[in-house]
């Protein structure tokens, strides 16, 4: 294998090298099991070999070589590491390299290994601590971010291709656009939507009365979009089962009521699709920009490839952040796949052109989150009918809160950031 540059020293360093003593055969054991585990693992151990170096910690000056002697490592080290990933990497890429770092340590546990200055219980509970230490404002900042790709998300259910009737495929995906674009229209509960009758829709109703948490009766609004996506799903059904919106596959009693639990698994399942679709575009764009390998050589590629190329440190990242989320069957497998629906295509690759037009397009793709849940459509709705300047009190009842107090706490923010935003638009600078 070629040489490799390192991100931070930018020393080059032989791939076939391990970053530290004893890991070599940790990588080879993990690589039975997962081939990709392995791949990530390894870039976490190199970072933090590389950042040890950089900064000059404990004993490793610059110029000692590969592997170093893990001996110097202690428990405020790897706290200070974990501080410098949440700064330059992103919170889930931080959390996996310090995942894969314990197990790192964990098997040099096994075989009496581990530094003086580790204790690998203590080191988990600081972790762990570290992780727990979420604050509400923190909380409410995740929540903004990830209800921004709601939008994106609705698009996909309304361009996934019908035309598949196995196992009710192609009525499954009518259902599940009309269940979004009812989340969107409405903001209801996601037991609201479950409770829904076909009855109450039928004759093309705008807007119903339904009751909703603790018995309250109230009004749920459907907005064309809406209103065309449940018809067009109306008309593909054969029943007279009264829900509005039944399962449809081939283990399934014909007729049964959508739960609650399998509405939330179509938009988690949506949600991850669309995670692992970002990832492999991330890696496709850093491997057109950062290398010279072209789109065309690209579409030729399996999995077993990648062990061969000479990748600098960021796109290796990607490369195997991609495979993670979509681990390999086989080495043979195209290196990136086609998904069609949250499906991935038995392994088809993307085309040539298709990667072409994506490193054309001048823009990092942005990480999808892979957290997206029903409830994530309600606040997306209620911020965004803030944002427009509806009244609280038009929210609420939107909402369905019993207490003002409930919207008011739970949109604070958004509220306040349109307060402010206006008073700076009068007064300027």
């Known amino acids: 294998?070629?040489?490799?540059?390192?991100?931070?020293?930018?020393?080059?360093?032989?791939?076939?090298?391990?970053?530290?003593?004893?890991?070599?055969?940790?990588?080879?054991?993990?690589?039975?099991?997962?081939?990709?585990?392995?791949?990530?693992?390894?870039?976490?151990?190199r970072l933090f070999a590389d950042w040890l170096q950089h900064e000059g910690k404990a004993i490793y000056s610059m110029h000692l070589s590969w592997p170093l002697d893990p001996a110097g490592i202690t428990e405020p080290i790897i706290l200070e590491f974990r501080r410098w990933l949440a700064q330059h990497r992103s919170s889930g890429t931080a959390g996996t390299y310090?995942?894969?770092?314990?197990?790192?340590?964990?098997?040099?546990?096994?075989?009496?290994?581990?530094?003086?200055?580790?204790?690998?219980?203590?080191?988990?509970r600081q972790l762990k601590k570290g992780r727990q230490r979420n604050t509400a404002s923190r909380v409410v900042v995740n929540k903004h971010e990830v209800i921004q790709h709601v939008p994106q998300l609705a698009t996909w259910f309304e361009e996934i291709p019908i035309g598949d009737k196995r196992y009710g495929r192609d009525i499954a995906v009518k259902r599940n656009n009309a269940l979004i674009q009812v989340f969107m229209s409405t903001g209801a509960r996601v037991h609201e939507v479950a409770g829904l009758n076909r009855a109450q829709l039928d004759a093309g109703q705008t807007r119903i009365m339904i009751i909703g948490k603790n018995d309250k009766a109230r009004t749920i609004h459907f907005d064309e979009k809406?209103?065309?996506a449940i018809d067009q799903y109306l008309a593909m059904r054969g029943d007279s089962d009264p829900a509005l919106f039944i399962m449809h596959a081939r283990r399934t009693k014909p007729g049964s009521r959508l739960s609650i639990s399998a509405i939330q698994k179509i938009v988690r399942d949506a949600s991850r699709a669309m995670n692992q679709i970002s990832l492999r575009d991330r890696a496709i764009v850093s491997m057109l920009r950062q290398t010279e390998i072209t789109a065309l050589?690209?579409?030729?590629?399996t999995v077993d490839d990648v062990d061969t190329l000479e990748l600098p440190a960021y796109v290796a990242e990607a490369v195997e952040a991609w495979l993670k989320a979509v681990p390999p069957k086989s080495g043979g497998r195209a290196l990136f796949m086609v998904c069609s629906g949250g499906l991935w295509g038995h392994g088809k690759g993307l085309s040539a052109l298709a990667m072409a037009e994506m490193g054309q397009a001048g823009v990092m793709p942005a990480v999808?989150?892979?957290?997206?849940?029903?409830?994530?459509?309600?606040?997306?709705?209620?911020?965004?009918?803030?944002?427009?300047?509806?009244?609280?009190?038009?929210?609420?009842?939107?909402?369905?809160?019993a207490d003002p107090s409930t919207t008011r706490t739970v949109y604070a923010p958004v509220l306040g950031a349109g307060i402010v935003g206006n008073w700076l638009d009068k007064i300027g600078r």
């Not at 090298?17 to 690589?31: G, I, M, R």
């Not at 310090?98 to 690998?120: I, K, Q, W």
């Not at 050589?297 to 590629?301: D, V």
């Open 98 to 124: 310090m995942s894969n770092l314990v197990r790192y340590f964990t098997h040099l546990e096994a075989f009496d290994l581990l530094p003086d200055g580790v204790s690998l219980g203590r080191l988990k």
């Open 1 to 45: 294998m070629k040489p490799m540059k390192l991100p931070l020293t930018g020393r080059i360093i032989s791939p076939d090298v391990p970053p530290f003593l004893y890991a070599e055969e940790f990588l080879q054991e993990v690589a039975q099991r997962n081939l990709a585990t392995s791949r990530a693992v390894q870039t976490a151990l």
């Open 226 to 228: 809406a209103r065309e």
């Open 297 to 301: 050589q690209m579409e030729k590629m």
């Open 368 to 401: 999808f989150p892979d957290s997206i849940t029903p409830h994530h459509f309600r606040h997306y709705r209620a911020t965004q009918l803030l944002r427009a300047g509806v009244p609280l009190e038009v929210v609420q009842e939107y909402l369905g809160h």
